[in-house]
């Protein structure tokens, strides 16, 4: 039996634990016109949760060491005897073997997965006999307990209440420590790097030529880790051209939404702009490569500025437009949020409508346009598939926008694309490029939602 059809029928035991445990609490008689403490439902819910959690969490980890059990169990079966003792044709066998035994497989190239899946498969029903079996009688056992214990004067939904609590908790431990392992990652692999090379080099070097070594005597290469080309790559790209274009068009498009559009045209209008935040981005990438590019380049061409087919401007300009819709979107919300009575105030002063935006309203909204414009920066430089397609992979220190740059994202894509050695320089570097990153778009979403707060607290 396997393990998906078991936990199939311990849910259909919590079921019928519910719908027991259900009926039996709305039998409980009334003492004295006292209703009982909880509702017959919570009952049903505390005996379900019984019947199913504890059994649950035995097949869970029944399921993590069956199969070593089962490996083991075939490994000291007749057919094994014959196995090869180099350990990846051992492996590569046993894997067909139990890709015969469980079906996925109909034939395998090694004759000896063909003998031994008839012990696989016979170990895997041993094991699986056996976890199932435990999982339903404590099931069973649980349910059982928790039903006993049901009672007029029991309090069912406070322990349901309790549980779903735990529950709750435990589902954001996981997500903080998710969190917290994924910083500690970047930050091992991070000083493994900086043993490797010098964190001045690395921070302050203007030369980023990550091509290392492989052999000792293999000539040249000794790499050139100096990031501050890709450090100047992210920001032309992503907070100066980028910006430049989802600025002036974000918070424009949000005066005249709130300020000016009727209420028919915001209602068609302001869904078909947040569209543009839900396009991938290699669909931006191909109207970057396909359409942007090859215009910005002719454009230099005729200007007689050198260009090149992949630019920084090409990547940044569409890098904005996808922007658009973050920075609009906060800019809307901030100016919607300004107090009536200080809009109707500055009208009944005698100021103009454009006057009253420019002079009250703007102002007033400021706080919250610039944090809008700090986390759509924040999600700007974290952009890959833009920049691989339309900006190049060259780690150029230019300013020139019709130039070919690059930006960390990529360089962290080109890194650890392929068959990558972990212990060599150029690969940690991926990790290091990774961490600094971090840094930058915690403390730019960090200052975000500062500055979001100090707004609210202003208005609300």
């Known amino acids: 039996m396997s393990l998906a059809a078991i936990a199939l029928l311990i849910l259909g035991l919590g079921l019928v634990a519910w719908l027991t445990a259900r009926a039996k609490a709305a039998a409980f008689p009334r003492a004295g016109g006292a209703r009982p403490h909880s509702l017959p439902s919570y009952h049903g819910w505390y005996v379900a949760l019984w019947a199913v959690i504890p059994a649950l969490l035995f097949l869970a980890v029944w399921s993590s060491v069956s199969g070593s059990l089962v490996t083991d169990a075939v490994l000291a079966s007749p057919a094994a005897q014959t196995l090869p003792t180099e350990p990846m044709q051992r492996g590569a066998i046993l894997a067909e073997a139990r890709a015969l035994a469980n079906g996925s497989a109909q034939a395998a190239f ?18 699986g006999l056996i976890g199932g079996t435990v999982a339903l009688l404590l099931a069973f056992a649980a349910g059982a307990f928790a039903f006993t214990r049901l009672s007029p004067h029991f ?103 709130t300020q000016y559009a009727s209420q028919r045209v915001r209602a068609w209008m302001k869904p078909l702009l947040e569209i543009l935040a839900g396009v991938p981005t290699v669909v931006y990438g191909y109207f970057a490569a396909l359409t942007v590019a090859p215009m910005i380049r002719d454009l230099g061409t005729s200007l007689g500025i050198p260009s090149s087919s992949e630019s920084a401007l090409a990547a940044g300009l569409v890098m904005g ?31 103009t409508k454009s006057e009253t935006i420019k002079k009250v309203l703007v102002p007033a909204a400021l706080p919250g346009v610039v944090g809008g414009v700090l986390l759509a920066v924040s999600r700007a430089i974290g952009e890959t598939m833009i920049v691989v397609m339309a900006a190049g992979l060259a780690a150029n220190l230019t300013a020139n926008p019709f130039a070919s740059v690059t930006t960390v994202t990529t360089q962290i894509v080109q890194l650890l694309t392929g068959d990558q050695e972990f212990d060599s320089a150029k690969t940690l570097a991926a990790f290091a490029l990774g961490l600094v990153l971090f840094l930058v778009t915690l403390a730019l979403n960090i200052v975000a939602l500062r500055v979001v707060k100090k707004y609210r607290e202003a208005y609300e």
Do not use: C
């Not at 979107?329 to 200080?342: E, L, N, R, T």
């Open 110 to 127: 090694a004759p000896q997965a063909t003998q031994l899946a008839p012990a696989y498969k016979e170990a895997s029903d041993h094991y």
């Open 155 to 257: 309090r069912a939904r406070t322990r349901v209440e309790r549980l779903v609590m735990g529950v709750l908790l435990i589902a954001s431990l996981i997500a903080i420590l998710t969190t917290l392992g994924i910083v500690l990652s970047l930050i091992f692999e991070s000083l493994r790097f900086f043993a490797k090379v010098n964190p001045v080099e690395f921070l302050f070097g203007l030369n980023w030529s990550p091509q290392t070594a492989i052999r000792a005597d293999q000539a040249g290469s000794s790499g050139a880790f100096g990031a501050i080309p890709l450090f100047w790559g992210t920001i032309f790209i992503g907070a100066i051209i980028a910006m430049i274009v989802a600025i002036p068009l974000g918070l424009m498009s949000a005066i005249y939404l």
């Open 321 to 351: 437009i996808m922007i658009i819709p973050f920075v609009s979107s906060m800019a809307d919300d901030s100016i919607a949020a300004v107090p009536q009575a200080m809009r109707d105030g500055s009208l009944a002063m005698g100021a």
